[in-house]
């Protein structure tokens, strides 16, 4: 007589981990947006609360919060977005460098988009800076990411 055992399978909860947290970060906003969402959770990094709070600065979206759940592995940030008239305040999302093309420039030559109507992120030595900042501050570095 021969007796089999049967193993457990154990469900994994993925948290959705990826390459590019910058391209996930403006990916879950895009898809909130389109569904008139008013608010947004992205699982935490120190990038994305830094550029969420960005966001706020320069009017993009309402408020950011950190979520602490039961322990820092689940901890999230909470977006409030932005519409205006009942359109999303933000127009436009786009990642600009990429992990397979990384794309850096110097403080007089950061894109403008839109001709200044929109927003450059650049990652600088000192920080998250917008392509306004970058240029009067002469410091260059990464662009993320543009938005308008």
């Not at 909130?32 to 990038?47: H, R, Y």
């Not at 322990?71 to 933000?90: H, M, N």
């Not at 009067?136 to 543009?146: A, F, S, T, Y």
Request: hydrophobic share 35%; with cysteine.
């Amino acid at each position: 007589m021969t007796t089999t055992t049967i193993e457990e399978k154990k469900i994994v909860k993925t948290t959705g981990t990826t390459n590019d947290p910058v391209a996930d970060f403006l990916t879950r906003i895009r898809n909130a947006q389109m569904v008139l969402k008013q608010t947004v959770k992205i699982p935490f990094s120190k990038l994305k609360l830094e550029l969420a709070n960005l966001l706020v600065k320069e009017g993009y979206i309402h408020s950011v919060a950190t979520v602490d759940e039961e322990s820092v592995a689940t901890r999230s940030i909470e977006v409030s977005l932005k519409y205006v008239d009942g359109q999303p305040a933000i127009k436009g999302l786009k990642k600009f460098s990429k992990p397979g093309l990384r794309k850096y420039t110097k403080a007089q030559y950061a894109p403008r988009v839109l001709n200044g109507l929109g927003v450059s992120v650049l990652t600088t030595s000192q920080g998250l800076k917008t392509d306004r900042t970058a240029r009067k501050e002469k410091i260059g570095g990464e662009i993320l990411c543009q938005i308008w």
